[in-house]
């Protein structure tokens, strides 16, 4: 890989291609739990009961369109949309399955810290995040 044309993204950039995937992955868990979100939806008390039985499959529906996305394409369809992929930080290549799965599971844990883990990108010389780190990853322009 020619390294000498790498640029890293934008904090700004990955911001919004992490909210286009936020969107993606929401409309995802309404189309797969529709039935018992509308069964709930009449009573607050039910449907509050119904979201927090969710957060597990959410939390699966997310690790496994982090990791096959970033492993496969490298790069999730909001990276995709805005022209911004993750690259390994030592050779510059593909991600491996490993690497993805490590940095998805950096990503759950930076989200369950009240997004603390992408405040690091803001301090880090190559702008990467907790999961970014832990994964051995940079995320660049396409």
Not at 57 to 67: A, E, G, N, R, T
Not at 120 to 139: C, M, N, P, S, Y
């Amino acid at each position: 890989m020619n390294t000498n044309n790498l640029e890293l993204a934008s904090v700004l950039r990955r911001f919004f291609s992490f909210l286009i995937d936020e969107i993606l992955v929401t409309i995802l868990v309404y189309v797969v739990f529709w039935d018992k979100l509308v069964t709930n939806a009449m009573d607050v008390d039910q449907l509050a009961i119904a979201l927090a039985s969710l957060v597990v499959p959410v939390l699966v529906i997310k690790f496994i369109y982090q990791s096959f996305f970033v492993w496969y394409y490298g790069a999730t369809i909001g990276k995709i949309i805005l022209k911004i992929k993750v690259i390994d930080f030592y050779d510059f290549g593909r991600v491996s399955l490993k690497t993805s799965i490590t940095r998805s599971i950096g990503r759950l844990v930076s989200e369950y810290f009240v997004y603390i883990g992408f405040l690091v990108a803001f301090f880090t010389e190559g702008r990467q995040t907790f999961h970014d780190k832990i994964g051995r990853t940079l995320v660049i322009n396409a």
